[in-house]
């Protein structure tokens, strides 16, 4: 197939104040009594959300505990506990940041998917339709709730369920959800957004539609990280339609040379993704200068603190791991460097910017 013919979200609903209309979202979607599963971030433990979330009949909140990012194996688990205790769910609704979304997509698909969540971590091995899934961000930047993919770190990769199954039914964005997040996070996943727009913008897989959205999430992000003194409403609102604009960038191009090489970080050391891809951006002045010249004014303004020395004392086994890692990121070296992508970058030269982290 010449063209990419890709699955979208199938209803979305934004504003703030959308959250209270999910009970009405929810209610066609039900099946008899199979109960809407509720995985919520654990941040939201005890803090009013919880108690907004329109719960009837046999649902059930489960609290999602995110500190990890998450893991094929919390997916099964999560999977086979629902299995267990109700056969069979109306749906799954992640309620929290990327990971949250992601967790909600993976267990959504694995309701009806045998095996385990490890078997489809790849491109379109996923066979046959999840359950009813909505995903509902409280943090932005990650464009997960757009995307068609779901990332697990697994027993031997850290790699996305991608699939036409994978995207969302319905996400409710609703600008309000963000406000409380601590400003580091906020800083951290919307970095996430700008560095996919940067890739996408830079990349070779760049065409007239990738383009559109990812030129208007850049704007929004430059309106909320270089423009604006302080922190607004109008700061949450614009950071969830860049989140969105990215992550449909991305949907028809692909990411670049910082998430190949971030990756490799997150599957070693478990950084996580929105501070991981901040580490690398900081060193990719050779791949994107104008971005990473930008990139380095934001994190000035905004006082943010990236961290170093992560890589310090690892041994050639951790180095080789991350390599290994890094490499196996096929499309996204080839939408970064072109098709002889291999000769520009080496693992010496991979190595060479690892250890400068
Ligand atoms: P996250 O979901 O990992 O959450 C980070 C932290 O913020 C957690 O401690 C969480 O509890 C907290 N949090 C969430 N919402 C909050 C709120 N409103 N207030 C206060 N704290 C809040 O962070 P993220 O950056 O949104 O997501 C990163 C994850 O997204 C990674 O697992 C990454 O792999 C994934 N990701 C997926 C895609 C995709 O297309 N599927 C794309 C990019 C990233
Ligand atoms: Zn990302």
Same mark, same amino acid.
């Given at each position: 197939m010449k063209f990419r013919n890709f699955k979208l979200v199938g209803y979305v609903v934004y504003g703030r104040g959308a959250f209270d209309q999910l009970d009405e979202i929810l209610a066609p979607q039900r099946k008899g009594e199979a109960p809407m599963i509720f995985l919520v971030?654990?941040?939201?433990?005890?803090?009013p959300l919880a108690d907004r979330?329109?719960?009837?009949?046999k649902d059930k909140i489960i609290f999602a505990d995110v500190t990890y990012e998450p893991k094929t194996k919390k997916v099964d688990a999560l999977a086979a506990q629902l299995k267990d205790e109700?056969?069979? +769910?109306?749906g799954v609704i992640g309620i929290g940041g990327g990971s949250t979304m992601d967790l909600a997509k993976a267990v959504g698909l694995m309701m009806t998917n045998p095996g385990s969540s490890a078997d489809y971590q790849g491109w379109d091995l996923v066979k046959v339709p999840g359950v009813y899934k909505a995903g509902i961000p409280t943090l932005s930047g990650t464009g997960a709730e757009v995307s068609r993919t779901t990332v697990l770190t697994g027993p031997t990769r850290k790699l996305g369920m991608n699939s036409d199954f994978t995207p969302f039914d319905q996400i409710v964005l609703d600008?309000?959800?963000?406000?409380?997040?601590?400003f580091n996070q906020r800083f951290y996943t919307g970095m996430d957004c700008y560095i996919h727009c940067i890739e996408s913008l830079e990349g070779t897989y760049l065409n007239e539609f990738s383009k559109s959205y990812g030129e208007k999430a850049l704007e929004l992000c430059r309106k909320v990280? +270089?423009?604006?003194s302080e922190w607004d409403d109008e700061c949450d609102e614009q950071l969830m339609m860049a989140s969105y604009a990215g992550g449909m960038s991305i949907a028809y191009s692909q990411v670049g040379v910082a998430h190949a090489v971030s990756y490799g970080l997150s599957y070693l050391l478990g950084t996580k993704h929105g501070i991981g891809n901040c580490i690398v951006m900081d060193h990719l002045e050779e791949y994107y200068p104008e971005g990473v010249k930008e990139f380095k004014y934001m994190v000035a303004k905004n006082n943010i603190e990236i961290p170093k020395g992560i890589c310090k004392g690892l041994s050639d086994e951790d180095f080789n791991k991350m390599i290994d890692v890094s490499m196996g990121m096929k499309p996204l070296w080839e939408n970064a460097l072109?098709?002889?992508w291999e000769k520009i970058m080496t693992r010496e030269k991979l190595r060479t910017l690892y250890e400068k982290f």
């Open positions: 971030d654990h941040f939201f433990e005890g803090k979330v329109p719960l009837r009949g109700f056969g069979t +769910v109306s600008p309000e959800l963000t406000a409380n997040a601590p990280f +270089v423009e604006k072109g098709k002889d």
